[in-house]
Structures are given as structure tokens and as C-alpha cells.
């Protein structure tokens, strides 16, 4: 197969290899724990699979929204965007 469309760069493979791990791991937690919708500071009821693709969805605007404002690197957008999703996920 072609892959010469995309640039496979490290940070990109390591980027989809984190992302596959969450969802193995999210079905193993699932799996070992079924998840019950609890309401948060989200304006809906919500399951951890719900706020993990919330928390990892806002992250993407965070890091547009600091790609937009500031020339500085990418690392503070990703330590605040780890912040958001730990936040999102124990409280939302």
C-alpha cells in the first residue's frame, strides 16, 4: 500500500497508536466495569465514553484556538488540553 499521500511522521504515528490505546482501554474498562451515566458540570447526562470524545474533541479546538493566538510551541496547548481531558473525564 501507498502511504506517501500522508506524512507518516513519528509524532503522527505515535499520535494514532495513543488514541488506539484509549479505546482498547476504554472498552477493557468498560467491559470490566459497565459505565452508568452520571451528570456533571456538562449540561448533559454523559458516560465515560461520552466524555472522552468530548474531552478529546475540545482538545482539537484548543490546539486550533492556540495554533490561531500565539506562535508558541504546540507543548503549552498540549499540557493544557491533558488538563481539560483529565477534568472532563473525572468531573464532567
Known amino acids: 500500500m501507498d502511504m506517501e499521500w500522508m506524512a507518516w511522521t513519528t509524532p503522527t504515528a505515535i499520535f494514532f497508536v495513543c488514541i488506539a490505546l484509549m479505546l482498547a482501554g476504554m472498552t477493557v474498562w468498560e467491559v470490566m466495569s459497565p459505565t ?3 451528570k456533571g ?3 448533559m447526562r454523559t458516560t465515560r465514553g461520552d466524555r472522552l470524545f468530548i474531552g478529546l474533541l475540545s482538545s ?3 490546539h ?4 490561531a493566538a500565539t506562535d508558541v510551541s ?3 496547548a498540549f499540557a493544557v488540553s491533558l488538563a481539560w481531558i ?3 473525564i473525572r468531573f464532567g
Do not use: N, T, Y
Not at 486550533?64 to 495554533?67: A, I, N, V
Open 41 to 43: 458540570f456538562l449540561p
Open 64 to 67: 486550533l484556538g492556540w495554533l
Open 86 to 88: 483529565a477534568l472532563v
Open 74 to 76: 504546540l507543548w503549552g
Open 60 to 62: 482539537a479546538f484548543i
Open 36 to 38: 452508568v451515566e452520571a
